[in-house]
């Protein structure tokens, strides 16, 4: 554990197949050697089975055999409540207590009625078991579904009003976007702490996926780092360590209350940047 109050922590993603799982495990076990404050693990879409299957599964080493805390993410669009009373029951048989509550990604199938919005499952949860930590995500750049950020701030407000622990942002790469959704959330009395997700980008493809997924704008000072180095592999990986390195120290001095850090299951990413990090967290 850090030795103060500013959090590190980092994510995982269940893999689709046996080697990818294996992999997983070896990913895992070397991010313990950073002693995290917790680690969360995704769900890849809004199927039951795979919240149980995979996420629970994963959930659970970290939790039990790593014995780090373990964050379970849980979308619920297309769950209802009785599937949802089954994963928490689930969760607390293996003592995992902590859950990003989300609505989950939309997609061409119906939603099911009982969780609409991510508010709703917080709300459902915390009545449900109150000893839960429910955390839920925030968009310092605007949810890509609002229509306006007035409409943003209300949605988010009222998550919070129902229960929520803690924040974690989607990942940005301009912390002057993050500071002034800090900002907006005071004036809203958006009080919760918010951890500050960032995602090192060390690839050309990763990049043409965060594109084409997230509406997230990418800065002139990025844009041309990308230009320069997209055809060097390892000058473009050095410089995507640099740039989330860059983002992690000035957050931390400004006082961020944690740093969320999206591995995408790569430990030697999170080992460079952790060299280079760990002592702002011990200061």
Not at 16 to 35: C, E, M, P
């Amino acid at each position: 554990m850090t030795s103060n109050s500013k959090i590190l922590s980092f994510e995982v993603f269940p893999p689709t197949t046996q080697i990818g799982s294996t992999n997983l495990v070896k990913t895992l076990d070397s991010l313990r050697t950073l002693s995290p404050d917790f680690i969360s693990v995704t769900c890849s879409n809004n199927n039951y089975d795979n919240i149980g299957d995979t996420t629970i599964k994963f959930a659970d080493y970290v939790n039990n055999t790593l014995d780090i805390p373990a964050v379970a993410h849980l979308p619920a669009a297309y769950l209802d409540k009785a599937q949802v009373i089954e994963i928490l029951e689930r969760l607390k048989d293996k003592q995992i207590k902590k859950i990003l509550a989300l609505r989950g990604d939309i997609s061409d199938e119906p939603m099911k009625d009982d969780f609409k919005f991510a508010s709703d499952l917080v709300k459902f949860i915390k009545d449900y078991d109150d000893s839960f930590e429910v955390l839920g995500a925030c968009y310092p750049d605007i949810h890509p579904e609002s229509v306006n950020r007035v409409s943003d701030f209300h949605y988010l407000k009222e998550k919070v009003d129902a229960g929520c622990d803690r924040l974690i942002t989607q990942l940005f790469f301009d912390n002057d976007s993050f500071y002034d959704f800090q900002e907006r959330c005071a004036i809203a009395e958006i009080n919760t702490p918010i951890f500050a997700g960032i995602m090192p980008v060390i690839n050309r493809n990763q990049i043409l996926r965060l594109l084409k997924n997230c509406n997230t704008p990418l800065p002139a000072k990025f844009i041309r780092i990308l230009e320069k180095y997209e055809h060097n592999l390892i000058a473009l990986r050095d410089a995507g360590i640099a740039y989330a390195i860059d983002q992690i120290v000035d957050l931390v001095t400004e006082d961020v209350a944690g740093i969320h850090l999206y591995t995408m299951n790569n430990a030697n990413t999170a080992h460079s940047i952790h060299a280079s990090i760990s002592s702002l967290f011990t200061f």
